[in-house]
């Protein structure tokens, strides 16, 4: 007859199988992320956050500053996290 202590130990180490089993066959969820351009006047340093479109390149200019009428230009291509993306006002 086995003593409580080792059947007690063979508890744990099947639940312990069990449980290492579980956890590699979930899957993590995957964060979701999209590609933004800030644009920026170099004339009077307003700044706007648009959606990236194929060719962007830092430097283009792409586009007429609301407040002064010069050209907007790229300044920085990068990813955000899609929960992070500001909606705009409908």
Not at 17 to 26: A, S
Request: proline share 7%; with cysteine.
């Amino acid at each position: 007859m086995l003593d409580p202590y080792t059947i007690f130990t063979i508890i744990l180490i099947v639940l312990l199988v069990i449980y290492m089993f579980l956890e590699t066959r979930r899957k993590p969820a995957r964060a979701e992320y999209t590609t933004r351009v800030l644009l920026q006047c170099p004339t009077c340093g307003f700044q706007l956050e648009k959606d990236y479109e194929p060719g962007d390149m830092i430097g283009l200019k792409k586009g007429k500053c609301p407040r002064c009428g010069g050209d907007l230009k790229i300044r920085g291509v990068y990813s955000v996290s899609k929960s992070k993306v500001l909606k705009a006002p409908s």
